[in-house]
């Protein structure tokens, strides 16, 4: 089994920056994705930021290009999701994910992640 923790979120004001952390641990995953989610209620979860196995395959979500960075370690192991100028509409649930082994294509489909954390509360404050 895979697990992931999420940590680093919390309350900023607009502007400011935030870094959210991934760790996984369990059985180990080889050349798969990762990604951040977010989730607001009543809405669906939504991608964020992926990265592929290689670390030079990224997307983004339009609403964070230019703001928001994903990265990994060299050991696969963490995936970091660097957030800057802040907005109060990133506010959000940020959960991390990852596809099975093999499946090295960042989705934009929460339903092609395995693997789920349990979230971590981001709140920008305006």
């Known amino acids: 089994q895979v697990q992931l923790v999420e940590s680093g979120g919390g309350l900023v004001q607009a502007g400011g920056s935030l870094r959210l952390s991934c760790a996984a641990s369990g059985r180990t995953l080889t050349r798969n994705a990762m990604g951040w989610f977010r989730q607001t209620p009543g809405k669906e979860r939504e991608l964020v930021a992926g990265?592929?196995?290689?670390?030079?395959?990224?997307s983004y979500a339009d609403s964070v290009k230019g703001r928001f960075t994903v990265s990994r370690d060299s050991a696969k192991s963490t995936m970091y999701l660097q957030m800057n100028s802040l907005k109060p509409e990133d506010t959000a649930v940020y959960y991390c994910a990852a596809r099975s082994s093999w499946n090295d294509n960042v989705s934009y489909a929460a339903g092609q992640y395995s693997y789920w954390g349990r979230g971590t509360q981001v709140t920008v404050s305006s």
């Open positions: 990265i592929g196995w290689s670390d030079i395959a990224t």
